[in-house]
């Protein structure tokens, strides 16, 4: 422990910044204070985006180990640092890249999709990424008649499969922050909140996505309470993204929905587990660098940079 106050530890943060010439990136899901220091905060897309064009020396990703990842993919002459490297995600770790080789050798004339939330060996293995935001697009743009493997997440792959009739041959994967929401729990908050617009993340089960009001990515789902006229939501996805929700539209009401009866509200545990004092500990000392051979860098770059240029001319 530092022994500073949080106030400190922000002010300290502030000048280390400056000392050693770095950038702090957030993803939507993490703490408050967190969310409230970095440089800039979004979501996948919006934080590639930004690791592809930042002049920084040092980029600091809070979030989880694939976002760093896909940072010092775009920007491998940076240094890329992260608070906790046990900050983990359960829907890159549901796809080992061994299994996932295997599984896309016994198909040999498929099209590779990987969501971003991939580990940058899966990364390695994939034609083109997508995020929540893009992916329709993309999918869209493909020929009709090609095959596509989409891979980690099966909800968003069912979502997109839907939207755009394909036939994608899904990976079994799914988030646990998402996948484990119930049809139950949100029907009764549907009725106990008649008013409330139910808005959901397309890693959500296809029963919550078919009843939701609005189906989007973390940054849609932010953009859609900022121009709607309602007030009232009901939140299928982490309960981080409510923190952003409350300071564009301090008048609306949010409800999360929760993951069990006990529990008030529903958020990833490794996103949580950066915190002010990590991030300190993380920029004075440029410990948790991530490291990647150049190997994996230079193939999972071409997919990253497909995505960056279809993203570039696609409407969404």
């Known amino acids: 422990m530092s022994g500073y106050s949080s106030e400190e530890l922000v002010d300290n943060i502030k000048s280390l910044k400056k000392e050693k010439k770095a950038v702090i990136f957030g993803n939507y899901f993490q703490l408050p204070e967190i969310q409230d220091i970095c440089d800039f905060i979004g979501d996948s897309l919006e934080l590639t985006q930004k690791a592809n064009e930042t002049n920084a020396d040092v ?128 029907l009764a908050l549907k009725e106990n909140h008649p008013e409330a617009k139910l808005i959901a993340h397309p890693r959500c089960k296809p029963e919550i996505l078919k ?31 409510i923190h952003q929700m409350k300071k564009y539209n301090p008048d609306k009401s949010f409800i999360i929905i929760p993951t069990d009866e006990s529990a008030m509200c529903n958020e990833c545990p490794h996103m949580k587990l950066n915190n002010l004092e990590k991030l300190y500990n993380c920029i004075l000392n440029e410990e948790y660098e991530i490291k990647l051979s150049d190997e994996i860098i230079n193939k999972a770059k071409v997919p990253l940079e497909r995505m960056l240029d279809l993203s570039k001319k696609l409407s969404f």
């Open 59 to 186: 980029i600091v990703f809070c979030g989880v180990n694939y976002m760093a990842e896909t940072g010092k993919i775009l920007a491998p002459d940076k240094k890329v640092l992260i608070p906790d490297l046990e900050a983990v995600c359960n829907l890159t770790e549901s796809c080992p890249a061994d299994e996932f080789e295997t599984f896309i050798k016994a198909r040999p004339k498929y099209t590779i999709i990987s969501y971003i939330n991939s580990s940058a060996e899966v990364k390695a293995l994939s034609d083109i990424i997508v995020t929540s935001r893009n992916a329709v697009s993309i999918v869209n743009s493909i020929p009709y008649d090609e095959n596509i493997i989409f891979a980690p997440d099966r909800n968003l792959g069912a979502y997109i499969n839907n939207l755009t009739a394909r036939n994608m041959v899904l990976w079994n994967g799914t988030c646990s922050i998402h996948d484990v929401l119930s049809n139950e729990r949100v």
């Open 211 to 241: 009843i939701a009001d609005f189906v989007g990515s973390t940054t849609a789902l932010l953009e859609y309470t900022r121009k709607t006229k309602d007030e009232e939501f009901i939140v299928a996805t982490d309960s981080g993204i």
